[in-house]
């Protein structure tokens, strides 16, 4: 799919060689975010976290934007860090709700 865009910008030159370069890697950096985030939904909706899953990456993405983060060099290796991170503070999100109360 992300190679017939290429192929059409190049063929037709419509933007310079380094112009091309760089949209074809935001269209796959968007693409390689909504495919993990997917998948982490799916795990959220068999953990039965999908509304605080929903929190978190609210606030996760509007941090990560501003702040960077980890970056690995293949999808599968960010996609398990970036599920640690955000599967950890849905956990440590459940302790903080749950905590017994003194009384």
Known sequence: MFEKIERYYRKNQLLP????????????????????????????????????YLWVVAAYTSCRVFLGGLHKKTFWGCTVVTMVQIFALIYLANLIVYWPSPI
């Open 17 to 52: 060689e380094a112009e091309i370069e760089k949209m074809m890697y935001a269209i796959r950096s968007v693409w390689n975010d909504l495919m993990k985030f997917l998948i982490m939904l799916g795990l959220a909706c068999l953990l039965k976290e999908m509304s605080l």
